[in-house]
């Protein structure tokens, strides 16, 4: 009889938090203009046969008032581990149609960073920080889940990168890569993408947390999909915003589909249920951007799209 009130106790407590998941109003993110084709690559590089590719980026508005774009670069054959260089342009204002090529913003280190991946840049107290993934230096590294390491450069003007003599910051499994940096409640939050573990091959999405930018806890699972490849393919490119006292994942489920990105609501940052499902978007690495005067808008880009698209952004309550 003990265990029968336990067992209806829990299904009263599971239909009420089914029913509360379903009466949160949660936002809804909508693509709300067309996409303007901001940086291409090939403007100005000739070097190489093919066509030149941008792909995980971020986006950063400088102290000045400019805006600052960083990300992977590369021409087709497509070859991810042969990325190793960043691209950067910028722009006077958000809405600028064509951002002004700046180069090579860095490039892996021979011996020490076997690619560079997925940069994502945030600025606290006059610094720059520029989290980014350096891959693993063994040489079969591409061929299984190995540990993917993320580091750490810093910059005063956004031009000159000074890598941090604590690198790497760390390593995980599953080519952990594509960082996020949140800030919340006097704590930084880091996303990024890698396996469940080394024999679990879901697609995951890992954070952990600093009180300073340079010491991290230890990775607690923030999301899964069951998608199983030893590079977390399913869950790449997390991006999160919060708003309205709720927290959204982006994620792009580029297994799936290349071009589709989910998003995830929630009330806990360090938690995104497959569940709770907002909605999807048909773009790929997604950053999502806010602009004091202009408001919000999205990015896209990719191997298919010879650079970086930005568009305007909604949000909307849900039906």
């Not at 879901?202 to 230890?218: E, F």
């Not at 071009?259 to 997604?286: G, M, R």
């Not at 919000?296 to 568009?311: C, H, R, V």
């Amino acid at each position: 009889m003990h265990n029968r009130y336990i067992f209806l106790l829990i299904s009263i407590l599971c239909a009420c938090s089914e029913v509360n998941a379903q009466t949160v109003p949660y936002l809804v993110p909508e693509i709300s203009g067309p996409f303007t084709h901001i940086f291409n690559p090939n403007d100005t590089r000739k070097e190489g046969d093919s066509a030149w590719y941008t792909n995980d980026h971020t986006l950063i508005k400088g102290a000045d008032g400019s805006w600052h774009a960083y990300g992977i670069i590369h021409h087709l054959p497509v070859r991810p581990w042969d990325e190793t260089r960043f691209f950067h342009a910028s722009a006077t204002s958000i809405r600028q149609a064509k951002w002004e090529d700046h180069g090579y913003a860095m490039s892996a280190r021979r011996g020490e960073e076997r690619v560079l991946w997925a940069p994502h840049v945030i600025r606290e107290k006059g610094t720059y920080y520029m989290f980014y993934n350096t891959g693993n230096m063994q040489k079969n590294a591409p061929e299984y889940a190995s540990w993917g390491q993320l580091r750490l450069a810093t910059s005063k003007d956004l031009f000159n990168w000074k890598r941090h003599d604590r690198n790497p910051l760390f390593s995980d499994p599953g080519h952990a890569r594509d960082s996020y940096i949140l800030q919340y409640n006097h704590r930084y939050y880091y996303y990024y993408t890698r396996v469940v573990n080394e024999t679990d091959l879901r697609s995951a999405v890992a954070v952990r947390t600093s009180p300073d930018l340079l010491h991290w806890s230890g990775p607690k699972i923030a999301h899964v999909q069951p998608y199983e490849i030893y590079w977390g393919g399913d869950a790449e490119s997390p991006f999160v915003v919060r708003k309205d006292g709720l927290f959204y994942l982006f994620i792009c489920k580029a297994m799936t589909a290349y071009n589709l990105t989910a998003v995830y609501w929630s009330k806990d940052p360090e938690h995104f249920p497959i569940e709770q499902l907002v909605c999807t978007l048909p773009v790929h690495a997604a950053e999502v951007i806010f602009d004091e005067k202009e408001g919000w808008f999205i990015t896209n880009t990719g191997w298919d799209k010879k650079g970086l698209y930005l568009a305007p952004l909604k949000w909307k309550k849900q039906q």
